[in-house]
């Protein structure tokens, strides 16, 4: 179906999601290589992205050698080899398996945050995105975009941000962090804008526990409080959705 001018899809099942979400990337990545000789693609992190990165590591339909890959976002004082932090999680399952010609690791232990996101948004520049893999949390963020600082017209493509209580309780429930203490309370985030001018935009959002913020950003308001509705502005965003994601719309 389409909503406004997001395209929806909606598999039976997590791992159908995940096959059909990481078939859609491989067609963009393939296009852009056999286009202009390379490809672009940022990858969001999370328990919901498990699946999808294991689909597009089983397939060797892609020259990975000709790809480079982002992240989406960083907690601020995390050092890469924090096991929550998501450089380690992309360095175990993305940059291990699929082997890009380059991986651009936000650095998260930086002394200066503020330069960090400045540097970051100056690589974004240079290497236009032709993909981008994006969940929706439970707080209906998109990356590190809480509804208290997301911004559909941010002027900057990457930020420090105060993470949204909410978003960080996520954390503690996907069993990255042992209590709300633990999760940091800053983060460098790429920013809505910037996520939504790949030229392909795919959100891979499998599980319940994601219905209620799916049900928001698709029947509710396009407004900031539930940022993942600006992908029903986004004519070139598929959403996948599985049957539990996809519960509240009354989708068979």
Request: glycine letters at 6%.
């Amino acid at each position: 179906m389409t909503l406004d001018e997001l395209h929806v899809h909606v598999l039976p099942d997590e791992q159908a999601l995940a096959r059909a979400a990481a078939d859609h990337a491989i067609g963009v990545l393939r296009a852009a290589i056999a286009g202009h000789g390379r490809a672009n693609v940022m990858f969001a992190s999370g328990n919901s992205q498990l699946a999808f990165l294991d689909a597009l590591a089983a397939s060797d339909r892609v020259d990975y050698s000709k790809v480079a890959a982002f992240h989406m976002d960083e907690y601020i004082g995390m050092g890469a080899d924090h096991p929550a932090g998501f450089a380690r999680y992309m360095l175990e399952r993305v940059d291990e398996r699929l082997h890009p010609r380059t991986f651009h690791f936000l650095r998260g232990d930086t002394p200066d945050p503020a330069a960090e996101a400045v540097r970051y948004a100056s690589l974004l520049r240079d290497h236009p995105l032709d993909l981008c893999c994006l969940g929706i949390g439970e707080n209906g963020h998109l990356a590190f975009n809480d509804p208290p600082v997301a911004d559909f017209d941010d002027p900057t493509d990457v930020k420090v941000v105060e993470l949204d209580e909410a978003c960080r309780r996520q954390q503690v429930g996907e069993g990255h962090f042992p209590t709300l203490a633990d999760v940091p309370t800053h983060a460098i985030t790429v920013t809505i804008p910037a996520l939504l001018r790949a030229g392909t935009v795919l959100a891979i959002v499998p599980e319940a526990r994601k219905a209620e913020a799916v049900k928001r950003a698709l029947t509710g308001p396009i407004e900031t409080a539930s940022p993942a509705s600006a992908l029903r502005r986004c004519a070139h965003a598929t959403l996948y959705l599985d049957a539990d994601s996809a519960s509240g719309l009354g989708t068979p």
